[in-house]
Structure formats: structure tokens, C-alpha cells
């Protein structure tokens, strides 16, 4: 691993990780900022929370994380989700929470807000999603793990669920991902190294509703902290390598309930059609230098061209062969970029099957 002043002294932690916290609880609040990543900052509260209603709001300085001006700095945290801390475990939880301004509206890069609206009103079709996030691993010196110095690793084709020395790197990082996961309650389906080396994916779902970006949201996180111990980046970017290398997206799986009963095949492909006719709207949402991935190469679709089919994984939307089989089921969503907002791609997806809302009255 990196020869890291940033990675922690873990030996010296843990003598004080064990110090009796005399009944209080440590909160550490997570939010997403201005430029699409997570910060954090640390609460003690005098019990453990039975529940959200009993965390209380906080604050921060939004002027400092790309979310408000100087001259009108307060941004507030209210609380939406909570997770076992698998850091600091006992009592200690981590708090994902929503970002409002000082006016009582959501600041404007608070996507969870409008996303939870969709979901409740259209909660009867019991929509699941599964999402698949691709990441690529660092060193601190901005060279992608397991790549020689200056250079290139062999071209791809043994890295992709690869098993062995020279086939995968930092599996230990992947490792204590998951396992963090798994403590704080995060739905985390599997990892699997990705087709470019120094390249992994995680799964989390299948969520419904709201949960679907609050347990990807609160994945990230962890994988940022996890790495953050082993003096690792993690990059989200969709193509982080020019040339002949495989991008990073973020798969997304949908199913509702009518389409995984007895012929909901045809309703699987409704819900395609209604996704073609809003192909760019999705496109604009679905993560930033997307183009530099969507190519038409790579497993890739072209970004200025909707196309869907069986088992095709160069297209916009896959059916998988089972579900043709079987005539039902869910399909996947092939264009989100790996740096794309969970909030906005699930909010969105309903809003298009489904339809949308009316704005919000202030």
C-alpha cells in the first residue's frame, strides 16, 4: 500500500478507541456537498438515538463547501437517515442528513429532497433499484494502483473478476469496504474486480425508494473512509485513463412490481419507451464528462444515440436474457456515469416511468 503520512497510526488508535465514552454517543453527520462528494463533522450526543426524530438538526459553513455564499454562510443538516458507525462502533452512528438553507427550502444541490417526493407519491408501485458502482483506486501521487511508474500495465483482458498477484490490487481495501458495510446496515450486494486493472465495483441493492440513494450515498462515504486509512484516492471519474481502457459507470437496475409479476415484460418495455422519448433529460442528469465514456466502444452506448436489447451490453439499456426468458423481472440502465447522483438518476427514472410532480409550494 502507499507509503502514506495520511494513513493512520492504527496501533496508536486503537489504545484510545477503547476508552469507556461514559454514556455519550458519538454522531458523526454526513452530507453531500457542492461538488458532488461527501463531508462530514462529528456531534456527541448525551444518549444513543432510538430514531431520526430524536437526532438534532445542525449546521455548517456552506460557504466552504461550494453550497452557499460568505455573506450568508449557515447551510442546515437534518437528519434522514442513520447507520451503525463501523469506525467507531459501540453506540456511535453516522447520520446522513439533508441539506436546507436558512429560507426553510433545500439548498440547490439537496437532489434528496425532490427524490423522496417521487418516491412517496408513487410508492404503490414498489419500484426497486440496484445499482452497480464502479470506482478506480490511487496512490497519493495520482497513479492508479497497480500501474508501473510512468507507464501501462498489459492491455485488458485478466483483470475483470480477476484472481492473483498482477491481476488485482488493493483487494485489502475492497475487503474492508464491504465489511464496513455490512456492519453499518448498508445494503451491499457484492464487489468484484472490474475490467480495468486497479478498477473495482460494488453493488448495493436491491433498495426501494429513497433507500436506493441513501444506502449508495452512505457506501461511498465508507469506501472514501476506508480508504482515507490506507492513504488511497478514490475516483469516481467515468474515465479516469484516455485510450483503450474501460470507463466507470454506475449501472442501475430497476424493477417494479408490475414488472416482476407474471408478463411484465411489457411493462419493462413501456418503461423503455418512455425512457427513449427523454434520452437527453436523463443524459443531463446522469453524471459529469460522461461523453468522455458513453463512446460507443467499451461496453458502451454512444450518448447521443437511445438504443436497448437483449443481453446487449453496447446498448442504453439492457434486458437481461433471463428476463426475456422468463417474461419478466427488471432491466439495467447502462448510461449513468460512476460520478452520477443517485438521488437524481432514481428520482428521475420514476418521474419518467411514472410521471412527475407539481412544484413544491414555498
Given at each position: ?9 492504527t ?51 456552506g460557504s ?8 450568508n ?12 458507525d ?9 447520520v ?48 492508479v494502483y ?28 475492497v ?5 464496513a ?28 425508494g ?7 450515498w452512505?457506501a461511498?462515504?465508507l ?36 414488472m ?31 461523453a ?8 458502451t ?38 460520478n452520477?447522483?443517485?438521488y ?19
Amino acid at each position: 500500500m502507499a507509503e502514506s503520512k495520511t494513513v493512520s497510526n492504527t496501533e496508536n488508535l486503537l489504545k484510545f478507541m477503547k476508552l469507556d465514552q461514559k454514556g455519550s454517543v458519538m454522531a458523526e453527520y454526513v452530507w453531500v456537498d457542492g461538488n458532488n462528494g461527501v463531508r462530514s463533522k462529528t456531534k456527541t450526543l448525551t444518549k444513543k438515538p432510538s430514531g431520526i426524530d430524536e437526532l438534532p438538526e445542525w449546521n455548517f459553513d456552506g460557504s466552504s463547501c461550494g453550497q452557499a455564499s460568505g455573506e450568508n454562510s449557515d447551510v442546515y443538516l437534518r437528519p434522514a437517515a442513520v447507520f451503525p458507525d463501523p469506525f467507531r462502533l459501540g453506540d456511535n452512528v453516522i447520520v446522513l442528513a439533508e441539506c436546507w438553507d436558512s429560507d426553510g427550502t433545500p439548498n440547490k444541490f439537496n437532489y434528496r429532497h425532490d427524490c423522496a417526493r417521487l418516491m412517496e407519491a408513487h410508492k404503490q408501485h414498489k419500484t426497486w433499484f440496484g445499482l452497480e458502482q464502479e470506482y478506480t483506486l490511487f496512490d497519493e501521487y495520482d497513479n492508479v494502483y497497480g500501474w508501473p511508474r510512468g507507464g501501462f500495465p498489459g492491455p485488458q483482458g485478466p483483470y475483470y473478476c480477476g484472481v492473483g498477484t498482477g491481476k488485482v490490487f488493493c483487494r485489502d481495501i475492497v475487503e474492508a469496504h464491504y465489511k464496513a458495510c455490512l456492519y453499518a446496515g448498508v445494503n451491499i450486494a457484492g464487489i468484484n474486480a472490474e475490467v480495468m486493472p486497479g478498477q473495482w465495483e460494488f453493488q448495493v441493492g436491491p433498495c426501494e425508494g429513497i433507500d436506493m440513494g441513501d444506502h449508495l450515498w452512505m457506501a461511498r462515504f465508507l469506501l472514501e473512509r476506508v480508504a482515507e486509512e490506507f492513504g488511497a484516492k478514490i475516483s469516481f471519474h467515468p474515465k479516469p485513463i484516455p485510450g483503450d481502457w474501460n470507463g466507470a459507470g454506475l449501472h442501475t437496475n430497476v424493477s417494479s412490481e408490475e414488472m416482476r409479476n407474471p408478463g411484465g415484460i411489457k411493462h419493462i418495455e413501456a418503461a423503455i419507451k418512455r425512457l427513449e422519448k427523454r434520452h437527453e433529460e436523463h443524459i443531463a442528469v446522469y453524471g459529469s464528462d460522461n461523453a468522455l465514456r458513453l463512446t460507443g466502444a467499451h461496453e458502451t452506448g454512444a450518448i447521443d444515440t437511445f438504443s436497448y436489447g437483449v443481453a446487449d451490453r453496447g446498448a442504453s439499456i439492457r434486458i437481461p436474457r433471463s428476463v426475456g426468458a422468463e417474461g419478466k423481472g427488471y432491466f439495467e440502465d447502462r448510461r449513468p456515469a460512476s460520478n452520477g447522483d443517485p438521488y437524481q438518476i432514481t428520482g428521475i427514472m420514476v418521474e419518467t416511468i411514472y410521471g412527475g410532480l407539481e412544484p413544491e409550494s414555498k
